[in-house]
């Protein structure tokens, strides 16, 4: 008697056939239904137009948006240089890691040659690591002729206009620069329209650790933060640095436990216009 196939043995083989099927659909949707990764970069310059002499240097600050959906490396370079100028990015800040939706300033200083003449220019290009495809291109305007005034030293007495902004994101705190007011709209919690000021501030002892202290220029201690008070000596009259401030030299290592809103405890980055000494 011949015997026929097992149906046991055929049903555990039909199981098996629907068992993979099943598992390559599933792995198919699974594939599917990935979400797509997105990249994206945005640029902006806190402010731009810069004025200076021929041979002379001015700071642009560098503001990077990550507007892609996951963190990304983002490497500056310069794409154009027709301006002929001696580009610098801040050094540690020639490549920044950012996660989604966040900013980082980087400061970039411009030097101009003694020849320099007119309004000049030069771009910046800022490229995605995960997407080499997304990049953002930023025109760097400086005028050349101008002519300094006279430059500031230690003890000095000074009027300057200036903008405060946050280096872990971008955040501007504080300006007397009405263009900024008008123009700038990401700003630290709390400083709104009530905060404008347009006033130069005039910084009084500029360099002084005391009275007659390093010199005898001192008639008495700095009034700016270290870090900013530091900045501004050397400057011309008309130029525009800028400056990389930690909070050692800021508002102190620690946030205050009496004023958490404050400044304490945050790296700043400042722009400096030198207006005039008194």
């Not at 041979?55 to 301006?83: P, R």
Request: net charge negative; glycine share 10%.
């Amino acid at each position: 008697q011949t015997s026929g196939p097992d149906p046991k043995l055929a049903i555990i083989a039909l199981l098996l056939v629907v068992l993979l099927i099943g598992s390559g659909l599933y792995l198919t949707s699974m594939v599917e239904e990935a979400p797509e990764i997105s990249y994206g970069v945005e640029t902006q310059l806190l402010t731009d137009e810069h004025k200076t002499e021929a041979g002379h240097d001015t700071d642009f600050v560098l503001i990077i948006k990550n507007t892609g959906d996951i963190a990304d490396t983002f490497d500056i370079g310069i794409k154009s240089n027709d301006g002929g100028f001696t580009i610098t990015i801040e050094e540690g800040y020639e490549s920044v890691v950012l996660g989604t939706d966040k900013r980082k300033p980087i400061i970039i200083n411009v030097k101009t040659s003694e020849s320099a003449k007119g309004m000049l220019y030069a771009h910046l290009e800022v490229k995605s690591r995960g997407d080499s495809s997304q990049t953002s291109v930023i025109k760097l305007n400086v005028n050349t002729d101008h002519t300094f005034g006279n430059q500031t030293s230690t003890g000095d007495s000074v009027n300057v206009h200036y903008a405060g902004i946050l280096a872990s994101n971008s955040k501007l705190f504080d300006t007397s620069m009405e263009y900024l007011w008008d123009t700038y709209m990401y700003r630290k919690d709390g400083v709104t329209e009530q905060n404008r000021h347009i006033s130069t501030l005039n910084a009084n002892n500029i360099g002084c650790d005391a009275e007659g202290y390093p010199t005898s220029d001192c008639a008495g201690g700095r009034g700016m933060i270290k870090g900013f008070d530091n900045k501004m000596v050397n400057m011309y009259e008309g130029q525009t640095l800028s400056v990389r401030i930690p909070a050692v030299d800021a508002y102190g290592e620690q946030k205050d436990p009496n004023n958490p809103d404050g400044l304490g405890g945050e790296d700043l980055i400042f722009t400096i216009e030198m207006v005039s000494i008194n």
